[in-house]
């Protein structure tokens, strides 16, 4: 089966750093994305890796090893306003999105 | 660039009675579009994919029938919801895929719509 897996919440504090990990398994792989939800708002893209290796884009950076099946978002200098869900999304062979639950992370001042 | 909108962004209907969502990509062409439905506190569950021209791929367990799915034009697909009970109630969201299919793609979601059955 197709499972992708991420931790249901963490706390961190404002000005800190958060690393939120995402394994997955899934039938081939075709790229992995990050997007970020706040609540009761609809999801907006971060990130997307295929290759192995870190991408960094301002404070957030995406890291992707595909022979681990694992990928983590970093996200530096935590503000207030980075309090959301991050969800985890796995473009399998058949191109399908396959998503995670979402990691819901909770900044603390 | 990359935006899609979604009317209405909120909902209040009468039970049995049947709600059209429209979702848009404002500013480039989407030949696929897919629906979502998000439960407080999960994560999305897709519904079905919407192909410019064509019928739409409804997901396992998704009934074809009571969600109908439209995508007549390059930048609208709707989704209407007929004879809407309460449990049909939840945040419904649309994405347009952009780039070339075996390549970079990306989904921008809509705000989504919050659809309440009294």
């Known amino acids: 089966g197709q499972n992708i897996d991420q931790p249901t919440e963490m706390t961190a504090t404002e000005g800190a750093i958060v690393q939120i990990n995402c394994t997955y398994q899934?039938?081939?792989?075709?790229?992995l994305f990050w997007y970020q939800q706040h609540a009761g708002e609809a999801p907006t893209f971060l990130s997307y890796?295929?290759l192995d290796g870190l991408e960094e884009k301002g404070r957030f950076s995406s890291f992707l090893s595909r022979s681990k099946g694992y990928s983590y978002l970093l996200l530096k200098e935590l503000q207030m306003k980075d309090s959301a869900s991050y969800l985890c999304?796995?473009?399998?062979?058949?191109?399908?999105?396959?998503w995670g639950a979402g990691t819901k992370l909770i900044i603390k001042p | 660039g990359a935006v899609v909108s979604q009317h209405p962004s909120w909902v209040i209907c009468k039970s049995g009675t049947s709600v059209k969502i429209e979702c848009r990509s404002l500013?480039?062409?989407?030949?696929?579009m897919f629906w979502y439905r998000q439960f407080p506190k999960q994560s999305l569950m897709l519904m079905a994919t919407?192909?410019?021209?064509?019928?739409?791929?409804?997901e396992q367990g998704v009934e074809k029938d009571k969600f109908l799915i439209n995508h007549a034009s390059l930048t609208l697909s709707t989704l209407t919801v007929t004879s809407a009970h309460p449990e049909d109630s939840s945040f419904y969201i649309c994405?347009?895929?952009?780039?070339?299919?075996?390549?970079?793609?990306?989904?921008?979601f809509g705000p989504g719509t919050r659809l309440l059955v009294l």
């Open positions: 919407s192909n410019e021209g064509s019928k739409a791929t409804y």
């Open positions: 899934t039938s081939g792989f075709n790229g």
């Open positions: 500013d480039f062409q989407a030949t696929t």
């Open positions: 994405s347009a895929r952009v780039g070339t299919s075996g390549g970079w793609e990306t989904q921008y």
């Open positions: 890796n295929v």
């Open positions: 999304a796995v473009t399998d062979s058949n191109y399908q999105l396959i």
